[in-house]
């Protein structure tokens, strides 16, 4: 098994909570919700950092946690998030070029693995389709108590919805702003006719400044428990 060392990214307090709290909302919704696939609509949204630190946080909550890079034709994950060289990954085991063990890598968080996507392929949707996909994720899910996968946007091909419907549930993100409300409608009722599980959206991008819209409603909701809202300090 390969071995990568984790980027650690500093984000707030609120964000830190608001990946706990995705990741309960996870595990509240089911025994059977083991294998989730996260998608957006358009790129650049920010459905990879939230497929990460979804499995991450759910490492560390004691879990062991397989998160597949399944974004074949454009991957940001592998450069993002991960520093050492990564031989093999997730399209090479596809084409038969190594083994389940071989294209997984070990992080140095304890719990926490990752198969990158692998160098490009001329025929990614067939390969997500195949057979061999899908006994990586039979196989997987007995290793592993979550197998979380990074899908390419649902707007932009049709890679998302091959992997959603493989999977117990689908977790669509959205970015605040950058899409309109019929173009998300639009996303939602191809993933309904693809017969994928829909979990919930994640609304990422938000503009929480004190002065925004979202800032004074949950300001002045949350402050009521927990004290002076913006404060980055456990």
Known sequence: MQKVIINDIDFSFRTKEAFKTLRSSIEFSGNDIRCISVTSCIPNEGKSEVAF?????MAQNGSSVLLIDADIRKSVMQEQFKSGRVRYGLSN????????????CET????????????????????????????LLHQSLQMY???????????????????GRQCNGTVLTVAS????????????????????????????????????AYGKYYGKYYGKYYG???????
């Open 53 to 57: 630190e979804l499995a991450r946080s």
């Open 228 to 234: 002076k809202y913006g404060e980055d300090t456990e």
């Open 93 to 104: 085991y596809l084409v038969g070029l190594c083994g389940m063990d071989d294209a997984t």
């Open 145 to 163: 108590d979550y197998v979380i996968v990074d899908t390419p946007p649902i707007g932009s091909v049709v890679d998302g919805l091959i992997v």
């Open 177 to 212: 702003r950058q899409i309109s409300y019929r173009f998300a409608q639009d996303i939602v009722k191809q993933l309904t006719n693809a017969k994928c599980h829909i979990l919930g959206c994640v609304l990422n991008k938000v503009e929480m400044a004190s002065g925004s």
């Open 108 to 135: 140095n968080e304890e719990g926490f693995y990752i198969m990158f996507s692998g160098p490009v392929t001329p025929t990614p949707s067939e390969l997500l389709g195949s057979e061999q996909f899908a006994e």
